[in-house]
């Protein structure tokens, strides 16, 4: 009898213990949970404090040749146009429903917006211009139209380049990488181990 009771009260205490360790873990998880997400929230606003994020920068070349012909004479010009385009993220389209966790993989997803291209910034000091057909550039504003009709087809040249798939791609990757870091340092330095991946929309 005296045996038995001993057994009882050991079950008791183990079952005790198993509730206790249970709910440590139930408790811990909370905890766990809210400061990601409060982390979370304090790196997506201290995000949408610098409005724009710039992680990539691009520089492109591009070459076009304008013709034209008056008065039984022609005029030909051919301009060398290098440009840098930046390409952005606006951070203030990040919403609080583009940063999600989940606890079972302990991961914490933000979903992107679009990169935005911007410019292109003409390197003027780098443009070179080659002229042909002096005569009918000398009697009438054949150079002025060909010159700006250059600049119009190398601007929009540049951007044709930008928008190509290796520039893009490095492009997102910077951004996902400076997202990825903002995100993850701030759980670091609180302890929590949490795999932080940024995905465009």
């Not at 039984?72 to 930046?86: D, E, F, H, W």
């Amino acid at each position: 009898m005296k045996s038995f009771r001993t057994a009882a009260i050991l079950v008791a205490i183990l079952i005790a213990i198993g509730g206790g360790l249970w709910w440590l873990e139930r408790y811990t998880n909370r905890q766990i949970e809210g400061s990601v997400e409060t982390i979370a929230t304090a790196s997506l606003q201290g995000l949408k404090e610098q409005a724009r994020l710039v992680p990539f920068v691009a520089r492109f070349v591009a070459v076009t040749t304008s013709e034209q012909s008056r008065f039984g004479l022609s005029a030909k010009q051919t301009m060398i146009l290098p440009g840098v385009v930046r390409y952005e993220l606006d951070l203030n389209q990040i919403t609080a429903q583009d940063v999600a966790w989940d606890e079972a993989k302990k991961t914490l997803t933000i979903y992107l917006p679009p990169i935005i291209l911007t410019g292109p910034e003409i390197d003027l000091k780098g443009m070179q211009v080659y002229d042909g057909g002096g005569l009918l550039m000398a009697l009438t504003d054949a150079e002025k139209t060909l010159d700006a009709a250059n600049k119009t087809n190398g601007q929009k040249a540049l951007i044709a380049q930008a928008r190509g798939e290796v520039p893009m791609r490095l492009a997102r990757d910077a951004a996902r990488n400076a997202i990825e870091r903002s995100f993850a340092m701030p759980l670091r330095a609180a302890g929590i181990e949490a795999r932080v991946t940024a995905q465009f929309k």
